[in-house]
């Protein structure tokens, strides 16, 4: 069993910055590709961007490249979500996700294990 714990996420201005931190347990962690997706009020929950287990591949969608950036720190098993330049359509719940592939996916139900999300608001 693999379990992930989200943490990081608060109320900040538009044009700041928060770092989100996913902390996975249970398994060999490098041997999982952690994706990060967000949920925003009143709509589906959607890919923001992954890294492979090995940490030498990311993929970001559109609207958060150059804004946003996946690392991972394998002593700490865990995998960071890095925000700047937040902008106010960023609010929403961020979930990070595993899977046990080396092949980037940008649907829930290619993901195997799940936290329970971290709040992120972006105020104007």
């Known amino acids: 069993q693999v379990q992930l714990a989200e943490s990081g996420g608060g109320l900040v201005q538009a044009g700041g910055s928060l770092r989100l931190s996913c902390a996975v347990s249970?398994?060999?962690?490098?041997?999982?590709?952690i994706g990060w997706f967000r949920q925003a009020p009143g709509k589906e929950r959607d890919f923001v961007g992954g890294?492979?287990?090995?940490?030498?591949?990311?993929y970001y969608v559109d609207s958060v490249k150059g804004r946003f950036t996946i690392s991972r720190d394998d002593a700490k098993n865990t995998v960071y979500l890095q925000m700047n330049r937040l902008k106010t359509e960023d609010t929403a719940i961020y979930y990070c996700a595993a899977r046990a592939s080396l092949y980037f996916k940008t649907q829930e139900y290619e993901y195997d294990y799940w936290g329970q999300g971290t709040q992120v608001t972006v105020s104007s």
């Open positions: 890294i492979n287990g090995s940490g030498g591949n990311t």
């Open positions: 249970g398994r060999t962690f490098r041997s999982f590709l």
